[in-house]
């Protein structure tokens, strides 16, 4: 234990800083709680077969901070449900105590403060050594490990190496089986460069040729585990080609697919499967309810969407696992698997603490050796923050509009439209702003800010669009990116009404008039999914805001107002 | 620099032709696919069931959007299909294509790729041998894109 004891001193200085009854209640739980390595990560074990589920890194080598949502609107019959509950409601959902380490890891409540004791989370070689543990109390034979994708990309060095460094340190992990999404913005030929030589399965089972709509990828393996014949058919993410650049991947369709997973599933039956896991990329809602229409999934391990639940939410017999983001979790499914069933499942959602759980030495070398070329470039400062930067949440963050003002004033616009992807880590107030945290916030293959003038009657079709892709009732029609960020103009959501009825009030922030749609607006953004679009890149105009205004501080933004919830 | 709207989100073209003319056209064709419907049936309602679309729920090329159509029959002399119906309601010409069946066809599918100009429905509706129909219908979405992730 490295730093246990550097760790709650920090947590009992902070505490006494601070001063409040609520301070002062936590740290003591958290000595009480005793957070150790064993605390994170011992679990009564159950059956003979593991399944160890990580996904959406998002190319994060090292700890970092992650604020999760304060706000993840569930819409129509998903309403109120998990993963669509934030905050307070969600401690008590599950029984969680304020403040408790399990608070901070799933919540944002208090975030800056508790984040100040409880330190950084993820690290791949942390993650090393709890993947080593459980193959080492499970037996190596008992244990499947399984990434969910979004792996290669989220880094200053992932973009740089196109996604090589986390091939490198994922290989070393030796995983069983992948699927992907933001793989495939390096391009077809990059991912089946390196697909041919992977040493372990790229599954896709919805991923079809577009010439001759023949299935293009290997829809699902067979593993004995435990004792058993486990299926795992993979699921890459339905909407990539329209999500992200269709032209980076022109030979390859998509698609929800849902009667090819049907068809895998009794496939693997057939061939003497006791157990189908199904390894998805679909984001929550799509798969609850797929699990709800197809029958014979006994696993479904989730990911896109970013989600940590620490109980599986079970549909039509299907355990579904969310294991959130950026390296932050693991999750460990224990499962007792009698008469081709799971007759007992244990299920252990292991958030790594990075300051409890010790690096494994031979992992943290490996990440300074792929880190090695670039450390002078990602330790260099850009500025420092006085506030909260994150961007996880259904609308704004204040990393976006970090983004968003850059975009304002660096390329002369009046309002700025940046991307809602969920990844992106936190910087807490009073930290320095590195070049490798601003990348963190932006590094993808294609970062051009354009500049364009659009119509009110445009912007307002814009945002209808995306609303519908996040809050359309039917979770197939989802697309999983958060709302579109918006600089320079405010607007009202209503998430419940139909597309082309939610979005009004479209107000230009500079002058307080509203916005008309027949007019036209200066508009930058980035992130375009169209072939050629020019400008520089996104982290270039950043990086020159910060350096002209080094001192950054961003209140919660109030410009979207959310009606009808 | 400049970037039409386009090239800037991808809009497609249809979808801005659309906007431009306004909602009353998508119920003139709503209008229209109802008239080729009857048309087809000789003023029969056509049945669910026996008819299934295979359609993508958001297309990733509205331009060319992969149809498929399979209708459940023996196919034999005394009952096939003779014909499939396939409509886009909000086109601006609902019409599609219309596949010929005989008993000799040995199943009853076809596929084929169509260009829609927005969000709306394909619609398609068999006609059997006897003179029974059967319809499906799935909505297709077509997106600006971006933003997911």
């Known amino acids: ?565 | 620099m400049t970037l039409t709207r386009r090239e800037a989100l991808g809009l497609s073209a249809g979808a801005a032709a659309f906007l431009a003319i306004g909602t009353k056209v998508s119920f003139a064709n709503a209008d229209a696919t109802e008239a080729a419907i009857m048309e087809f049936t000789g003023g029969a309602t056509p049945a669910e069931g026996k008819i299934s679309l295979d359609t993508p729920e958001i297309a990733e090329n509205g331009n060319t959007v992969p149809v498929g159509v399979t209708v459940d029959s023996p196919m034999t002399a005394d009952s096939y299909v003779a014909s499939v119906l396939i409509l886009a309601d909000g086109n601006p010409n609902p019409a599609v294509a219309t596949f010929h069946f005989s008993a000799i066809s040995g199943d009853a599918e076809a596929k084929t790729r169509i260009r829609l100009a927005k969000t709306q429905n394909v619609v398609a509706v068999a006609k059997m041998n006897d003179g029974s129909t059967f319809i499906d219908r799935k909505e297709v979405k077509v997106t600006i894109g971006g933003c997911g992730g």
């Not at chain 1, 009480?32 to 011992?42: I, K, M, N, R, W």
């Not at chain 1, 030796?174 to 390096?186: I, L, Q, S, V």
């Not at chain 1, 419940?496 to 107000?507: A, H, K, L, P, V």
């Open chain 1, 1 to 565: 234990m490295f730093s246990r004891r550097e760790f709650l001193m920090a947590a009992t200085a902070t505490s006494a800083l601070l001063g409040s009854g609520m301070a002062g209640n936590w740290s003591r739980l958290m000595a009480q709680q005793g957070l150790t390595e064993d605390a994170l990560l011992s679990m009564q074990p159950t059956g003979n077969l593991t399944l160890i589920h990580i996904t959406d890194i998002h190319a994060q080598l090292k700890p970092i901070y992650f604020r999760e949502p304060s706000i993840n609107l569930g819409i129509g019959d998903v309403e109120g449900k998990p993963p669509h509950v934030t905050g307070a409601d969600f401690l008590k959902l599950y029984n969680i105590q304020p403040g408790s380490p399990d608070a901070h890891a799933l919540t944002s409540d208090d975030f800056a403060a508790l984040a100040q004791s409880y330190g950084k989370v993820g690290g791949m070689d942390r993650v090393a050594t709890v993947i080593k543990r459980i193959r080492a109390e499970r037996g190596n034979d008992n244990v499947l490990l399984l990434d969910g994708g979004d792996t290669w990309q989220g880094s200053y060095t992932s973009n740089v190496t196109e996604g090589q460094d986390m091939i490198t340190v994922m290989n070393a992990l030796n995983p069983d089986a992948m699927t992907g999404h933001w793989e495939f913005t390096y391009g077809q030929d990059r991912v089946q460069e390196v697909i041919d030589e992977l040493p372990f399965a790229f599954l896709g089972s919805n991923i079809y040729d577009n010439e001759w709509d023949e299935p293009a990828f290997e829809a699902w393996k067979m593993f004995e585990r435990g004792g058993s014949k486990v299926a795992v058919i993979g699921q890459a993410f339905p909407y990539t080609p329209i999500a992200n650049p269709r032209w980076m991947i022109p030979g390859w369709s998509f698609g929800i697919r849902e009667e090819d997973i049907a068809t895998h599933v009794e496939e693997a039956r057939s061939e003497g499967a006791d157990i189908v896991v199904l390894l998805s990329h679909n984001g929550f809602d799509v798969d609850r309810k797929l699990a709800s229409r197809v029958d014979g999934i006994d696993v479904i391990l989730t990911g896109h969407t970013h989600d940590a639940l620490p109980e599986p939410v079970i549909v039509n017999n299907t355990l579904v696992i969310a294991s959130g983001s950026n390296g932050k979790f693991v999750s460990r499914v224990d499962l007792d698997v009698k008469d081709g069933k799971v007759a007992g499942y244990g299920y252990r959602l292991i958030p790594i603490f990075s300051d409890v759980i010790t690096p494994d030495a031979e992992m943290a070398a490996l990440i300074d050796e792929v880190r090695a070329p670039y450390e002078a470039d990602l330790a260099r400062k850009l500025g420092t923050t006085e506030s909260l930067l994150y961007r996880r949440g259904n609308f704004n963050g204040t990393f976006d509009d970090l983004i968003c003002q850059a975009l304002i004033e660096e390329r002369d616009a009046q309002i700025a439209l940046s991307p809602g992807f969920r990844w992106g880590t936190s910087l807490l107030p009073g930290q320095d702003i590195t070049f490798e945290d601003l990348h963190n916030a932006c590094a993808m293959t294609y970062p051009a800010a354009y500049r364009s003038k659009m119509t009110g009657q445009m912007l307002k079709e814009i945002l209808e669009d995306v609303g519908d892709n996040l809050f359309n009732k039917d979770p197939y029609y989802q697309q999983g990116g958060d709302m579109v960020r918006v600089g320079g103009m405010g607007y009202t959501i209503a998430p419940n009404r139909d597309i082309g009825e939610r979005i009004t009030d479209m107000t230009l922030l500079s002058t307080g008039e509203a916005i008309d749609p027949q007019k036209e607006y200066v508009v930058a953004g980035w992130a375009s999914v169209n072939e050629g679009t020019e400008g520089p890149a996104i982290w270039d105009v950043v990086e020159n805001h910060i350096t002209k205004n080094p001192t950054v501080k961003l209140p919660d933004n109030k410009s979207v107002k959310v009606v009808g919830i």
